[in-house]
């Protein structure tokens, strides 16, 4: 699977959109994007995911660059809760169990 | 609703003793996967399972035990030659087929007293 690159942490003011970059330049052709946030002392939650074109869901957007070397996640309007630490992960969708290790992604803060 | 339900949420265990950490799931996933989880560190994976019957070490074995007796239970048992077993666990699940995501549990944090 290929490494992604976070900054480890962003501040976002309450209301405004959180742009998480990620970094994947060693992606290949048949690797998707995936992104999880985890608040504080619980599991992880799957956010949104994407192979080439960007995605939109109830939770946020996810815009892949043409060559899919990047990504970044955008939370539209950020609230207090979307506070947490958000994980990009690159791997392939096959047959088998996927063994993904989670770094130590970005901490975002909304101030309010 | 379908989840995973980890249990206990917390627990305390005394130097020289195993303990086994509870993970269920409904979601009709094939894979489940136990993740250690250190302070201010990511995730890193213990074991893995993608079968009945059948599971495979993932980077951090050393120490820790599992079983898949069925397909919706994966319990993880923490031996007493884990050496600095103190952590937040969390077990997950996925489907084989199809880029879906992992649905994890609730974690289970262990303290060693």
């Known amino acids: 699977d290929a490494k992604t690159t976070q900054p480890p942490s962003m501040d976002c003011a309450e209301g405004r959109a959180a742009n998480l970059p990620c970094n994947h330049s060693?992606?290949?052709?048949?690797?998707?994007v995936y992104w999880y946030r985890q608040i504080h002392s619980q599991g992880p939650q799957y956010i949104i995911h994407g192979l080439k074109n960007n995605e939109t869901n109830e939770m946020a957007s996810l815009i892949i660059t043409e060559d899919r070397k990047s990504s970044t996640l955008i939370l539209p309007h950020a609230t207090l809760r979307d506070t947490a630490v958000y994980y990009c992960i690159v791997h392939i969708s096959s047959g088998s169990a996927r063994q993904l290790t989670f770094g130590s992604g970005t901490q975002l803060t909304v101030l309010p | 609703d379908g989840g995973i339900t980890q249990s206990p949420k917390y627990l305390f265990r005394k130097e020289g003793q195993n303990v086994t950490l509870s993970c269920e799931q409904n979601?009709?996933?094939?894979?489940m996967y136990w993740y250690r989880q250190d302070p201010g560190q990511g995730l890193r994976l213990i074991y893995y399972s993608q079968i009945v019957n059948d599971f495979q070490k993932g980077d951090i074995a050393e120490g820790y035990s599992v079983s898949r007796e069925k397909k919706e239970s994966f319990p993880l048992t923490v031996t007493s030659a884990q050496k600095n077993p103190t952590a937040f666990y969390l077990c997950?699940?996925?489907?084989?087929?199809?880029?879906?995501?992992?649905?994890f549990g609730s974690g289970t944090r262990l303290t060693v007293v």
């Open positions: 060693t992606i290949s052709g048949n690797e998707y």
């Open positions: 997950a699940s996925s489907p084989l087929i199809g880029p879906y995501g992992y649905t």
């Open positions: 979601l009709n996933h094939d894979a």
